[in-house]
């Protein structure tokens, strides 16, 4: 018994033989398994190439090899294992790298805590673990698992230490007032307490997912009112205008207004007018255009007429679009129509004297402007045309089966002479041209039986002296001349 038990101590201190290389210290068992030996002194380091190494428990020189190698450590695991590389501290697993069987993919995984991610010993980036039940900006149970944050951190105890959206972008930004619940799947940016959002919004009955471009946090009448900007920007070189600036061409911009319960619309480079928009649509400069109203039908059904408020240029008003009823264009004081059947218009006739509208003391001007005295004449035509075509001042056509006056006056006075046409007529010229006619009838007409007249005057009245017409030639020698009695 003694003699086997002395084989079989020989062959356990063969296995564990110790192989020394200077002071390299290296034991394995029978299991195949190796260590560094333990002992005094205790091992500091191990180091795999020409030199000792400190500070390292594992310390691998490609670069001592000969000849150097460029692959410097090398795994391999077998193809039906899924593979890991494991990081522990104090025997509690904070990260490993791993490939699983049958799968081409190279994985990371925190395992306790943030992936973050670092450059010059900065951190840069960081990705969510497992977070639910997290509360933002009094919204409570937010599930923030597995979002990714981008940027960097002031460390306030406000500020924003993870992502609140699947991508967000944060430069020492805090907890923005503007974030909702539903900023989940989209790109969030924050700077300060400012915020903007962009991405989908499912309704509340999770029937549609909107595209939603959100931001914070001021309105109007805060400081700082902040803006949604479209912003085109060109290359900075001459001939580029604006556009060429540090701040580009703003094409337009939302912002809300005071008191948060509605938003305007500008369009136009308020950024450089150094302005904002102060109506639901507001055009800084330049006109509207829509190519295909001139094309489509008349309207014929009730409407009203869009009109531009022409206040001074300091007015708040000043260009803002309004609307007048149509009806007010065509019977405002000026003309009248009349409802009915004939659709009359009528002016100058209303007895209720008014200082700005026409009334039964004012006149009419056609071709001629009244000025503010009182006119003689309650209608007033002149032609001063130089289009020749254009030579005469009235022209009356009537056009009937039964009786028809091209022309009827009724004139009546009750103490002063009264005359029914006045005529007068100042014309210079020779030959067949020096012919001034004070009034021309022409009648033509197949009457059959009845009579053809030129002119038909008749008089009646209580007067001294009764003439049916008379003329006076005023050129030598002078003569009177009458016409028929009637």
């Not at 430069?171 to 923005?176: A, D, K, L």
């Not at 009112?225 to 604006?242: E, K, M, N, R, Y």
């Amino acid at each position: 018994m003694r003699q086997k038990r002395t084989v079989i101590t020989a062959l356990v201190g063969l296995a564990m033989a110790t192989l020394n290389t200077g002071q390299a210290q290296v034991q394995n068992n029978v299991f195949g398994q190796y260590r560094l030996t333990p002992g005094s002194p205790t091992p500091q380091s191990f180091a795999i190439g020409n030199n000792y190494t400190l500070g390292y428990a594992l310390d691998v020189h490609g670069e001592q090899m000969n000849p150097p190698l460029g692959d410097v450590f090398k795994t391999d695991g077998p193809d039906d294992k899924d593979t890991y590389w494991r990081m522990f501290r104090g025997g509690k697993e904070y990260g490993n790298i791993f490939n699983l069987t049958a799968k081409n993919d190279w994985n990371l995984n925190a395992t306790t805590g943030y992936m973050k991610f670092h450059t010059n010993s900065l951190e840069r980036m960081r990705l969510s673990p497992t977070l639910t039940g997290q509360t933002i900006n009094g919204y409570t149970g937010l599930d923030l698992s597995g979002f990714l944050c981008i940027g960097q951190y002031s460390g306030a105890s406000n500020s924003v230490q993870q992502a609140y959206t699947l991508l967000h972008l944060n430069e020492f930004g805090i907890n923005p007032g503007g974030y909702r619940p539903w900023m989940r799947v989209g790109m969030l940016a924050t700077r300060g307490s400012d915020m903007s959002y962009f991405g989908l919004r499912t309704d509340p009955q999770g029937a549609t997912n909107n595209t939603v471009v959100a931001w914070c946090d001021n309105p109007l009448g805060e400081i700082g009112a902040d803006a949604l900007q479209f912003v085109f920007s060109a290359h900075p070189t001459g001939g580029t205008g604006i556009a060429g600036t540090l701040s580009g061409l703003e094409a337009g911009r939302f912002i809300s207004a005071v008191g948060g319960d509605e938003a305007y619309f500008g369009l136009g480079d308020y950024y450089t007018a150094g302005i904002n928009p102060t109506q639901r649509l507001d055009l800084l400069n330049g006109k509207v255009r829509i190519r295909k109203l001139p094309d489509d039908p008349a309207a014929t059904e009730p409407y009203k007429i869009m009109v531009v408020d022409d206040s001074p240029g300091n007015s708040i008003n000043r260009g803002i679009v309004k609307w007048i009823d149509p009806t007010s264009l065509v019977s405002g004081c000026e003309w009248e129509l009349n409802p009915g059947t004939q659709n009359n218009v009528s002016t100058a006739y209303s007895n209720v004297l008014s200082t700005s509208c026409p009334d039964v003391t004012d006149a009419v001007g056609i071709g001629v402007d009244l000025g503010s005295s009182a006119a003689i004449a309650k209608l007033k035509v002149k032609n001063t045309s130089s289009v020749a075509t254009m030579t005469d001042g009235i022209q009356v056509a009537v056009s009937k089966a039964g009786v028809a006056n091209g022309m009827l006056i009724n004139a009546s006075s009750s103490s002063k002479p009264v005359t029914g046409i006045n005529v007068t007529v100042n014309g210079s010229g020779t030959g067949a041209d020096g012919v001034a006619i004070g009034a021309r009838l022409v009648v033509t007409g197949s009457m059959g039986g009845a009579s053809t007249r030129g002119a038909q005057v008749i008089t009646n009245g209580t007067c001294t002296v009764a003439r049916a017409g008379s003329s006076f030639r005023t050129t030598l020698p002078p003569r009177w001349e009458g016409l028929p009695w009637a």
